[in-house]
């Protein structure tokens, strides 16, 4: 009994730090996504104001 209580625990931590790492992953895509387009849109802007 207490092998299958470890199994269950061992499984719900799994599932419980993949949760947190898709979470992690896609808050940093949407970061990165974030951060490319105001680059564009100043790199642009900036073209557009100077010439």
């Known amino acids: 009994m207490s092998k299958v209580i470890d199994i269950l625990k061992n499984m ?25 387009s105001a680059l564009i849109y100043g790199f642009l802007f900036l073209k557009n104001l100077f010439f």
């Open 12 to 36: 719900f931590l799994d599932l419980f730090s993949m949760g947190k790492g898709f979470v992690y992953g896609f808050l940093m895509v949407g970061l990165f996504i974030v951060v490319c």
